[in-house]
């Protein structure tokens, strides 16, 4: 939670002064009424400075997360994060990679983000996969990339964010780092809400630009989304994470299990990086 919400707000006084301002919403759709505070300075890192990015494979370990045909979404989000790491390094010239695992490991979602912050990483991309739930009629026509950045959330976008953020149910100390965060206490939305990203601007502009490389080659766009995702909300930095294919599609299981497929995404995910490096000094 950034410093000066901390301050303002303890969680009991945040959460009454939630209820009067919107009692007759719904939790998940409410956008916190905050008191005003300056919008946040977002420094761009110095030319001389080596840019660092964070790159996270989704879930590991005990955490397996969707599965498809023959092959599960924490291995295929590793692999991808350690090719991207690799180019990255290779042709962004300066840029260093920090991953949060390069093996089969469980890493809490809290200690994904301090790695970021910690380092005080000047991108944070998290590599996941799609799926459609298993009991729905027609999930395996269901195709598309779609890039996520850390939002209050709305309306029927929602699926992705609880099934991202359940991973926290397998954290045994989630209570002490999510300062009482639990995924099925409607309460949670709000804390999230008040945890919101104030790199949220350079966030949306590195989703939709990693969404335009993807198109360019012809994937189906789902499009960018703003959600509470718990993986992503204590950024101190952009952050986003994009599902590269549905792995509850049989052709897409294939795709991002191949190289070729593997390559392609790697690469549209270096070129938006490219591109939001040149916007940025230019803005
Ligand atoms: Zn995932």
Do not use: W
């Amino acid at each position: 939670m950034p410093y000066y919400i901390k301050k303002l707000l303890s969680f009991k006084t945040a959460v009454a002064a939630l209820f009067i301002a919107t009692s007759s919403c719904a939790y998940a759709q409410t956008v916190p009424v905050l008191p005003s505070s300056p919008p946040p300075v977002v420094q761009l890192a110095p030319a001389n400075k080596p840019m660092t990015i964070v790159v996270d494979a989704g879930h590991g370990g005990k955490d397996g997360s969707t599965r498809g045909l023959f092959s599960r979404e924490k291995d295929v989000a590793l692999q991808v994060a350690l090719l991207l790491g690799q180019t990255i390094e290779k042709e962004i010239p300066g840029c260093k990679v920090i991953y949060t695992r390069t093996e089969d490991v469980f890493i809490p979602l809290y200690e994904r983000i301090d790695i970021a912050n910690r380092a005080h990483a000047d991108l944070f991309i998290s590599i996941h996969c799609n799926s459609m739930p298993s009991n729905m009629r027609g999930r395996t026509g269901v195709s598309g990339v779609e890039t996520l950045v850390s939002g209050s959330g709305r309306l029927g976008e929602q699926d992705a964010a609880v099934r991202e953020n359940a991973s926290i149910l397998l954290e045994k100390d989630y209570k002490d780092n999510y300062e009482g965060y639990n995924p099925n206490d409607p309460e949670s939305f709000i804390i999230l809400s008040l945890m919101k990203n104030a790199y949220r601007r350079q966030s949306i502009k590195l989703a939709g630009l990693i969404q335009q490389q993807y198109i360019k080659v012809g994937r189906v766009d789902r499009g960018v989304k703003e959600q509470s995702l718990a993986v992503l909300a204590k950024a101190g930095m952009p952050a986003v994470l994009t599902e590269i294919g549905f792995i509850s599609n049989p052709t897409e299981e294939e795709y991002i299990n191949s190289l070729e497929g593997r390559e392609e995404i790697v690469q549209n995910i270096k070129n938006a990086i490219l591109e939001y490096n040149k916007q940025m000094i230019i803005n």
